[in-house]
Structures are given as C-alpha cells and as structure tokens.
Nanobody, 120 residues
C-alpha cells in the first residue's frame, strides 16, 4: 500500500498565500505522477496541478500563474505553493499519486484531504 500524508491548508484572507505539502510512503517502487485535486461543496473533484516524472506539469486554467507545484522525487514529496488566493479557491484539497508498487502493480492513492478556506 502507498500512503499519502498531507499538511498545510487552513484559513487565509483573499490575496494571501498557503503551501500544501504531501509525502508518499509505503510499498512504492516508482511514482509517475504526483499532484493535487480539489473539491468544493456541491462540485466535482477537479485537477489543480500535477507534475509528471521528467518535470512536465499541468495546471488548471483557473490557477495558472498563481499556483506552483513542485516535486522532490528523491523524497517522494510534492508541494503546492498557492499565491493570490481567491474565495473561489475554497475547497478540500487532495494529494494524489500514481505509479508502480513494489509488487509491480500500478497504484493510485489519495490523501485524506486538507481544507483550504479563503475569505474576502
């Protein structure tokens, strides 16, 4: 099993910044992609940002220029620097990792989620 532990999040005023961090542990051999999704009340979970092995990144249009994802492949961690936060960024943010486990089976794991609340 691959476990993801998230940290960060909280309450911040609009225009402020937060950093989310996520660390993967367990029976993992390789992580192919690691990133963040979010789910606001009454809405579907959506991709925020993901970084693939090799460094390619993908961002939701709504966060481009404001959020920055960063992976440390050696430590199996990923962080999300969130700047210029807006009330519409309010959501539960989930870390996600996909790759190959030690038993050579593919895995896709989720963190428990961390709340980000932006007030105006």
């Amino acid at each position: 099993q691959v476990h993801l532990k998230e940290s960060g999040g909280g309450l911040v005023q609009a225009g402020g910044s937060l950093i989310l961090s996520c660390a993967a542990s367990g029976s993992l051999l390789r992580i192919n992609a690691m990133g963040w999704y979010r789910q606001a009340p009454g809405k579907q979970r959506e991709l925020v940002a993901v970084e693939f092995s090799g460094g390619r990144t993908n961002y939701a249009d709504s966060v481009k220029g404001r959020f920055t994802i960063s992976r440390d492949n050696a430590k199996n961690t990923v962080s999300l620097q969130m700047n210029s936060l807006k009330p519409e960024d309010t959501a539960v943010y989930y870390c996600n990792a996909r790759g190959c486990a030690l038993d050579l089976r593919d895995f896709a794991s989720w963190g428990q989620g961390t709340q980000v609340t932006v007030f105006s």
